[in-house]
């Protein structure tokens, strides 16, 4: 048996594993981290197709979120552009002008003259509200009670789905999705190259802060006795003696790894845990057959649409870069159905699109975050303690303080970092 001894150990080399191994290490810790897949980046890693650049699903980075903020003091070079103001609605199989500024609202054909005016006051009401002290009811709820009009109402939940990535109105709290809608408004980054130059990046800078970085690497336990973290076991039985561990996998893989975690606090987050789930199409097409129509919200079904190398660079020659998703929140569905109503949008937006075709990438029910703020959620504050056994920390899209997507990320890895840092050294 194999012996090893670090100070902290980090399962993940997704944006959150990454983020809580390089703090850790710039305070003085030695840290491994060990990813299972050969490959660093999880559900942040770019994949190369025909000289095009696709993020699994389209990514947004939100310029007034916490992975902006916390990614720019690690000294995280973050270069993109935003998505186009000009924004249509997919409605009735038709495609209709969106009203997105205060002028297009008040001439929109989607509304009603009071319509109008009630969008304008929600749009002001959403821009200026304290999100945080709105009452714990789902999103339906807090929707039927403030918008009266259903077309202003079918505008909201569109905008709701588009900044949270989550299609699960009834179960969704009202307070941290208008947080994220306020967060959305304030404007979003498309990254040149992908996400995947962030990963570099920090890859990079964990090295150089003396981070040991372990691929391929598959965890099997999280080993603990009276309380304690004592280390971790890897296949072939292989230890690595550690006093932290970070664990950045899902609520139920995390459970899986700690013995008798049925008598912690991880039994309730993994039994408790909403995931949300998309469908996402991913186009790299020679051309758009309407041009000037680079982003689509439609109103009566979960699917947004938006053209990303408007103004970020994701190809070698040129070749355009769509994304297209379909917003399932928590249940299972159908991949062949999924792909026939974005094959179907697609169809209304750009007519012929398939005869543009360079290169696609469809991933059905893919994950877009392990757990939502939702009702009957025990507690809205999740981690980065793990309550029953000392030194075990969890962060990630669901490790949340109200945060979501790669902000509960990068903030969950800055929380689950600073707590070790105020623990004793002991390697």
């Known amino acids: 048996m194999n012996m090893t001894k670090y100070d902290t150990a980090v399962i993940g080399g997704g944006l959150a594993g990454f983020i809580a191994a390089l703090e850790v290490a710039k305070g003085g810790r030695s840290v491994v981290l060990l990813e299972r897949s050969g490959r660093m980046g999880g ?59 205060p002028l297009s609202m008040l001439t929109s ?31 339906r709820q807090w929707a039927e009670q403030e918008i009266a009009d259903p077309m202003v109402r079918h505008i909201f939940y569109s905008l709701c789905r588009t900044a949270t990535y989550t299609f699960d109105p009834d179960h969704q709290l009202a307070g941290p999705v208008l947080g994220q809608v306020q967060r959305s408004l304030k404007g979003v980054l498309y990254i040149h190259g992908g996400w995947q130059t962030i990963v570099d990046q920090l890859q990079q800078k964990a090295i150089d802060a003396g981070v040991h970085i ?43 790894l700690v013995a008798n975690a049925d008598r912690t606090i991880l039994k309730q987050w993994k039994d408790e845990a909403r995931p949300s789930k998309a469908a996402c199409l ?55 159905e999924d792909e026939e109503a974005l094959t179907a949008a697609m169809n209304t937006l750009h007519p012929g699109w398939e005869q543009e075709i360079v290169t696609k990438q469809f991933l059905p029910n893919m994950t877009v975050v392990h757990d939502t703020l939702h009702v009957g959620k025990s507690n809205l504050q999740t981690g980065p303690a793990v309550e029953g ?39």
Do not use: C
């Open 43 to 101: 559900r942040a890693m770019t994949n190369k197709k025909n000289g095009v650049l696709f993020n699994l699903g389209g990514h947004a980075l939100y310029r007034a979120g916490d992975a902006f903020r916390i990614l720019q003091e690690l000294g995280i070079r973050i270069e993109g552009g935003p998505p186009s103001a000009k924004v249509n609605a997919l409605w009735n199989r038709g495609v209709v002008p969106m009203p997105a500024t």
């Open 282 to 336: 991913d186009l790299g097409l020679k051309r758009l057959s309407v041009p000037g129509r680079n982003v689509a919200i439609a109103l009566d079904q979960p699917i947004f649409f938006s053209h990303h190398t408007l103004n970020a660079n994701l190809s070698e020659d040129g070749t355009l870069v769509v994304h297209m998703v379909k917003y399932n929140g928590s249940g299972e569905s159908n991949p062949k």
């Open 214 to 256: 372990i691929s391929g690497s598959d965890v099997k336990e999280i080993v603990h006795a009276n309380g304690q973290v004592q280390g971790i076991k890897l296949a072939h039985e292989e230890m690595v003696e550690v006093s932290h561990v970070i664990s950045t996998a899902s609520p139920s893989e995390t459970y899986k």
């Open 109 to 139: 054909k989607l509304l009603t003259w009071s319509g109008k005016l009630g969008l304008l006051r929600l749009v002001i009401r959403i821009t200026k509200m304290d999100a945080s002290k709105v009452e714990n009811t789902p999103l």
């Open 389 to 427: 056994i000392q030194g075990l920390y969890v962060a990630g899209d669901w490790a949340s303080h109200g945060e979501m997507l790669a902000d509960a990320s990068a903030a969950s890895a800055r929380r689950a970092a600073q707590a070790i840092l105020k623990t004793p050294q002991f390697a």
